[in-house]
């Protein structure tokens, strides 16, 4: 990381284009019950790719009655986690919010095909 402005060092086009990062519709949120930190179980739609399961701690800003139908984006290429005794086989991607409080979920703002790769 470049110490001066806090950025990773560079990378190539093709380090890019290694990462998988997949749309996909939220089908359902459960609580991960043994889990440290509050966090849900996301039953997540990736079209052509299938349904993938992952554990999220976004307790803080959703609900999990709210999220069924959510677009969002994670990283599919990531070898399987095991996480509090649930093996999370996607990363959903999200950002700090600006309170600080939780994590906000990274998604298209128009409908997309669940599956559509981002470039």
Same mark, same amino acid.
């Given at each position: ?14 380090? *890019?284009?290694? $990462?998988?990062?997949?749309? +996909? ?5 459960? /609580?991960? #019950?043994?889990?440290?930190?509050? #966090?849900? @179980? &996301? !039953?997540?739609? *990736? ?11 976004? !307790? !803080? ?5 709210? &999220?069924?139908?959510?677009? $969002?984006?994670? @990283? @599919?290429?990531? /070898? ?5 005794? *649930? $093996?999370?086989? @996607? &990363? ?9 409080? +939780? $994590?906000?979920?990274?998604? /298209?703002?128009?409908?997309?095909? /669940? ?5």
């Amino acid at each position: 990381m470049d110490q001066e402005n806090g950025v990773e060092s560079q990378i190539e086009w093709d380090d *890019f284009r290694r $990462v998988d990062i997949r749309a +996909g519709r939220i089908l359902s949120a459960e /609580p991960l #019950a043994k889990a440290r930190k509050p #966090a849900y @179980v &996301l !039953t997540i739609d *990736f079209g052509p790719l299938g349904q993938k399961r992952s554990s999220a701690q976004i !307790t !803080t800003l959703y609900d999990a009655d709210e &999220l069924p139908g959510k677009l $969002v984006l994670a @990283v @599919v290429n990531f /070898p399987p986690k095991r996480i509090a005794g *649930f $093996v999370s086989e @996607v &990363l959903v991607l999200g950002l700090d919010s600006e309170s600080g409080e +939780g $994590v906000s979920l990274i998604g /298209p703002d128009h409908d997309v095909q /669940p599956g559509s790769r981002l470039y």
